[in-house]
Nanobody, 114 residues
Framework: VQLVESGGGLVQPGGSLRLSCAAS????????MTWYRQAPGKERELVAL????????DVADSVKGRFTISRDNAKNTVYLQMNSLKPEDTAVYYC????????WGQGTQVTVSS
């Protein structure tokens, strides 16, 4: 199993980014995919999840109305669209799945600063 995140970077407050997580090594379409984030000095927190066929999504209250999770099972990729970014969204963002055991990507840094 391999999860590779991309799309992070430096953005000004109010800006947008789209993160991608390319997955391989398992039957992607049958697994729930999640995005987590970890800010400096804080615990890793769940940001969003999406079921295998994409029929159900959920996001944390702190990002509701700003972040959207989606997936393209033909491309084995899950996305996190982040709009109206705030400085408190600054963190390393990880995608994760549980396929026998928990797997994590290497993370992608998102920095929101003027």
């Amino acid at each position: 199993v391999q999860l590779v995140e991309s799309g992070g970077g430096l953005v000004q407050p109010g800006g947008s980014l789209r993160l991608s997580c390319a997955a391989s090594g398992f039957t992607f379409s049958t697994y729930v995919m999640t995005w987590y984030r970890q800010a400096p000095g804080k615990e890793r927190e769940l940001v969003a999840l999406i079921t295998g066929a994409g029929e159900r999504t959920d996001v944390a209250d702190s990002v509701k109305g700003r972040f959207t999770i989606s997936r393209d099972n033909a491309k084995n990729t899950v996305y996190l669209q982040m709009n109206s970014l705030k400085p408190e969204d600054t963190a390393v963002y990880y995608c994760q799945t549980v396929a026998g055991r928990r797997y994590w990507g290497q993370g992608t840094q998102v920095t929101v600063s003027s």
